[in-house]
DNA sequence: CTGAAAGCGCTTACAG
DNA sequence: CTGAAAGCGCTTACAG
C-alpha cells in the first residue's frame, strides 16, 4: 500500500511536510499543502491509523459501553453518540455488556481500554468501589449516562430519576388511584445501577405525600423489558386486593403490563391504569402514558462533552444538570372505577 | 506506562520471549512462560494496541455497519455479532449511518477502513456497482448481512425475504382475505437495499397464484419504522374501497399500522387484520402475526463467519443458505366479515 | 526454545 | 515554513 513516503517524494517533500499538510496544521504554506494533498488524492493516500496512533499517543477512537444495546434507551444513546462521535472524526468503540457480569470485571479490571481509546462513555454501568478506582486510574475523560455512582471529575448525564418517578406517581395520585403498584428493577441483580432505586424512591415519596403507606405487596421487582413487566404484572394480578394502576420503572415494562393485562381480559385504563417511563418509540402506538425523557439528548450531551474535554476545554455547562422529563399523558390512564 | 521491556528485565528474559510468551505461542518453554507472566502480572502490563497493529500487520477490529441502531433488527444484530466478536477478543467499530447517505459514501469510498480493521460486517447497505468495487478494494474479509447486492466472495447472511412474504400473504388469503395491502419501503429511498423489493415480489406472486391481480392503489410505501406504518395505514384508509387486510413489510410498520387503526377505532381483526416479518420483541405483547425470523441468528452467522475467514478456515456451511422464517398467528389476524 | 536487530509507518521536537 | 532524525512500542524473520 502507499505509505506517507510515497506522498512526499510525489509532492517533493518530506514527510514531516505531508504529515502537517494532510493533517491541516497552520505551520505549513498553502501552495505545499496543495501540492501535498493532491498527491495523497492521486496515490489514494491515507494514513495508517496504527501507525499514527503509535507516533502521536491518540488513538482517535472513545469506547461506549452499554448494559444492552436491544433496549430502546440504550440503542438510542449510542446511536446519537455515535452521529456526533462521526460528526468529529472518531471511531465508536461498542462493548455490549449483555448483562455478562464477567464481561464488565473484564472491561474494566484488564486495562482492556488502556491504550485503546482516548475517552470513554459508560452508560447505565454499575461501579463499585473498586470500579470506580479502576475506572479512574485510566486516567483519561470520561462521562457517565444514567449512572448511580460518580466517578470523580467525570460529568454525570441523567435525568432526575426520583422526580421522573413522583411525577408518574403524582398523576395517579391525581387521577384519584390509592392502590398504585410499582414494578422495578431487581435490586440484588442490578448492583450499583441506581436508575430503579432512584425511580422507587419517588413512586413512595409521591405516595406517603398524599398519606399512603407504600404496600410492600404492590411493589414487585422484574428484570427491566417487555417479558419481565409481563411476569411481574401476572404475579400483581394473582393479589387478592389488586391495585387500580401500575406504575411501571421503564415503557418497555410498562408494555409487558399491557400485554398481561389485555391478556387477562382486563380494559385499560378501565379496569387498571399502566404508566412508564422514556417515551419508547412505540410507547405512541399502544397509547401508553409516560414520563417522556430523551435518551437522543443525552446520548448527543454526553458525546459532546467528551469531545470538549477531549480539546481540554470546559465541560458542556448543560451536563452539570439533570436534564428535562415530561409527563405525556395518552389512553393507558385514567380515573379507577367508582368503588 | 509500563512497556515491554520492563517486562523482559523483569523476567530476565528478552522482549521477543515476552511477546510470544504473552500471547501464548507455542515455542515457549513452559518455565519461560511462567515467569513472563508472572512479571506482566506484577507490571500490569497490558500490550500497546497500536503498537501490537503496527508491528504485526492486524487490527483486531472488525467494523460493523448498519443503517440505524434504532431499529430492532439491526440492534439485534449488532448485540449478537458483538458477542461472538467480544469472545474472540475482537473489537467491534460501530458505524451507524442513520441514514445519512453521505456518511455511507464517505464508508465506502474514503478508505476509512482500509487499515483500520480486519474485516467488515455489512448490514442492510445499499450497494451500487461502483460501492462494490469499493468494497472489494478493501481487499479484506467480508460479510453481508440481510444485503440485495452480493459482493464477490463475501457469504451473504440472509432469509429468503420472497419467501416470507409469499408465506405472510398466503396466510391472510387462507383466512378468506382478498383486498390485501401492502405496506412497504420507498425504492426511490432506499436504493439496493432490497429487502422491501423482495417482499414486495412475494407479496405479488402470492396473490396472483391466487388469481388476484395486485391492486397498486394497495401498495403504498412508507419509510421502515412504527411512523412510515402508521401514515401509510391512514392513507389505506382513505380508499373508497379500503383492504380488509393489511401485509406490513416489517413488524415496527405493522405496529404502526396498528396503532392508526385503534386510533380510527377499528377492530383488529374484525375490521382489519394485519401482520408483519421479524417477530419484533414487542410483537408478542401487542399480539401481532408474523413471519418469524431470528436477528440474533443472522449476527451471530455472520460474525462466526467472519471470525473463520479470519482463520482461513471455510465459512460455515450455515452461510451459505439462507435462515428459516415461521409463520406466528397471534390475534391480529382472522378471517374478514362476512361480505 | 531464545535473542539481537530490523522494521512496521507515522509524528514530533529540534534546527534552520 | 520546512527537513533530518529520533522515537513511538511492539512483532518478525533470521540465527543459533
Redesign the interface.
Known amino acids: ?1 502507499t505509505r506517507i513516503d510515497d506522498v512526499a517524494r510525489l509532492a517533493g517533500v518530506s514527510t514531516a511536510t505531508v504529515s502537517r499538510a494532510l493533517r491541516g496544521l497552520p505551520t505549513v504554506s498553502e501552495t505545499t499543502r496543495m501540492r501535498v494533498l493532491d498527491a495523497a488524492n492521486r496515490l ?1 493516500y ?1 494514513a ?4 499514527s ?2 507516533a502521536g499517543g491518540r ?1 482517535g477512537s472513545i469506547a ?1 459501553v452499554v448494559p ?3 433496549r ?1 434507551f440504550f ?2 444513546v ?2 446519537a453518540a ?2 456526533a462521535l ?1 460528526r468529529a472524526a472518531y ?6 455488556l ?1 448483562g455478562r457480569e464477567q ?1 464488565r470485571q473484564r472491561l474494566l479490571h ?3 481500554l ?3 481509546v482516548d475517552a470513554v462513555m459508560l452508560v447505565a454501568t454499575p461501579l463499585h468501589a473498586d470500579d470506580v478506582a479502576a475506572v479512574t486510574g485510566l486516567a483519561m475523560p470520561g462521562v457517565t449516562v444514567s449512572s448511580g455512582t460518580a466517578v470523580p471529575g467525570w460529568p454525570s448525564i441523567r435525568i432526575d430519576d426520583v422526580a421522573a418517578a413522583r411525577t408518574a406517581t403524582e398523576h395517579l395520585v391525581a387521577l384519584g388511584h390509592r392502590r398504585i403498584a410499582h414494578i422495578s428493577g431487581d435490586d440484588a441483580d442490578e448492583l450499583a445501577f441506581s436508575t430503579h432505586i432512584d425511580r422507587r424512591l419517588g413512586y413512595r415519596e409521591a405516595l406517603r405525600e398524599v398519606g399512603i403507606e407504600p404496600d410492600p405487596d404492590l411493589d414487585v421487582e422484574a428484570q427491566f423489558t ?1 417479558a419481565g413487566g ?1 411476569r411481574a404484572t401476572a404475579r400483581l394480578l394473582q393479589r387478592d386486593d389488586p391495585p387500580t394502576a401500575i406504575f411501571a420503572a421503564c415503557d418497555e415494562m410498562a ?2 403490563a ?2 398481561t393485562l ?1 391478556e387477562a381480559g382486563l380494559s385499560v385504563p378501565g379496569d387498571i391504569s399502566v404508566i412508564g417511563v422514556d417515551d419508547h ?2 410507547a ?4 401508553l402514558s409516560t414520563v417522556a425523557q430523551s435518551a437522543a439528548d443525552q446520548g448527543r450531551l454526553a458525546a459532546d462533552t467528551l469531545l470538549r474535554m477531549l480539546c481540554d476545554e470546559a465541560p458542556d455547562e448543560r451536563s452539570q444538570v439533570p436534564l428535562p422529563t415530561r409527563l405525556i399523558v395518552r389512553g393507558s390512564t385514567g380515573p379507577p372505577r367508582a368503588a
Open positions: 500500500m489514494g491515507t495508517s491509523p496504527s501507525a496512533r503509535l488513538t461506549v444492552r444495546l436491544t430502546w440503542a438510542t449510542v446511536e455515535d452521529e462521526q471511531d465508536l468503540l461498542l462493548y455490549n449483555g464481561a484488564t486495562a482492556a488502556h491504550k485503546r417487555v409481563a408494555m409487558g399491557l400485554a389485555r418509540d412505540l405512541g402506538a399502544v397509547g
